[in-house]
């Protein structure tokens, strides 16, 4: 028998592009430092990217360049197991069993297929079943804790609420049901709208990519949005707060306390904390850049890489999706 390796830590990312602030200081962060304590595997899950129809090209070179740039953020391949969905078909399979223990009415409440409907947006049914997926995408690992931003809570209640329903219809005690891991990580903000989360789709103006270059950080930084009419005199508004927020997550604490302290003696410009916000932006992409250049250089690499990488989270799976087989009764091609 393998030795199956037992996860405590699981997360995935989807492959949509460029990683920008945003989701470095609200997840990527925290997953490097996560590594240094626990068992962790990281997923790049390309299966849930198709929900929003992506284009075949834009999702491979998606999904390759997000494992590059997990890489060069500190995901330590010795220290984690980073794997591609698609290369582990056990996800689609638990998918389709975790199916038939979720009730419609439960994946129809789900706010983000709501909104979807809400905007008369076209969903298909992989859009709609999205969240079991995710279950899946949880449940294989059996690990305990799942790092998510809040936007997340919902499908992991679900997530929870299948595995306890496994655990009841076949009789069994098998998955321990997994917890969000609320962290210190940071929400950030959109720049040119700080009462919405920082995201791509609103917009050029709204978000900063993790590997932006220098000049263009500068020139966003300052176009950022400070003064919002409705803050109460003496208070910080949205926007100045999530300056105040960018500095601090880039590690600037000593210029955060003494720029607060000028803000609440009235002598802060906002120039002066948007330079700030910059200089401690371009520090940091300048150093990731280098990292993923060096990572980057070597494309053979890193296919061996991914496909190695997902091998090893594909034993755990696998091993997964057999035993739970073994208890709903169906058939598995063949004992490893
Ligand atoms: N749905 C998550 C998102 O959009 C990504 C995700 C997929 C995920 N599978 C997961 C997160 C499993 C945590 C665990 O951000």
Redesign the pocket.
């Known amino acids: 028998m393998n030795q199956l390796k037992n996860y405590e830590v ?5 492959p949509s592009g460029d990683i920008h602030i945003g989701n470095y200081f609200g997840a990527v962060k925290n997953w490097v430092a996560l590594q240094e304590k626990y068992q962790c595997v990281y ?1 790049v ?1 390309d299966l ?1 990217a198709m929900t929003r129809n992506s284009e075949p090209k834009a999702l491979q070179s998606n999904t390759d360049q997000m494992v590059i740039d997990l890489l060069a953020c500190g995901i330590d391949p010795n220290k984690s197991t980073l794997f591609v969905q698609s290369l582990i078909p056990e996800h689609t399979e638990l998918t389709w069993i975790l199916s038939n223990l979720t009730n419609f009415g439960e994946v129809s409440r789900q706010t983000q297929f709501k909104n979807a409907q809400k905007h008369n947006e076209s969903t298909s049914a992989g859009f709609f079943t ?1 969240p079991i ?2 279950a899946a ?2 449940l294989i690992y059996k690990a305990k804790y ?1 790092p ?2 809040d ?2 809570r919902q ?2 209640e679900l997530c929870r609420k299948i595995a306890e329903r496994f655990n009841t219809r076949y009789e069994v005690d098998y998955f321990d049901l997994p917890e969000a891991m609320y962290t210190n990580s940071s929400r950030i903000m959109s720049l040119a709208d700080p009462s919405q989360k920082m995201s791509k789709t609103k917009g050029e103006k709204h978000f900063i990519r993790l590997f932006e270059e220098a000049e263009t950080i500068r020139k966003k930084v300052n176009a950022a949005v400070t003064d919002s009419g409705d803050t109460p005199e003496g208070e910080m508004s949205k926007g100045v707060s999530n300056l105040f927020t960018i500095l601090g997550a880039c590690g600037k604490g000593d210029e955060v306390i003494s720029l607060t302290n000028d803000f609440y003696t009235n002598q802060l410009k906002y120039t002066q904390l948007k330079e700030a916000v910059s200089e401690a932006l371009v520090e940091l992409t300048t150093g990731l850049r280098t990292r993923r250049s060096e990572i980057q250089s070597d494309v053979s690499l890193i296919n061996d890489t991914i496909r190695e990488m997902s091998e090893k989270a594909r034993k755990t799976a696998r091993n997964t999706v057999y035993e739970v087989k073994k208890h709903v009764g169906i058939k598995s091609i063949s004992h490893f």
Do not use: E, P, R
């Open positions: 699981v997360s995935c990312i989807q997923g899950v849930h999205y997926l995710q995408d949880i799942v998510v931003g936007d997340q499908h992991l």
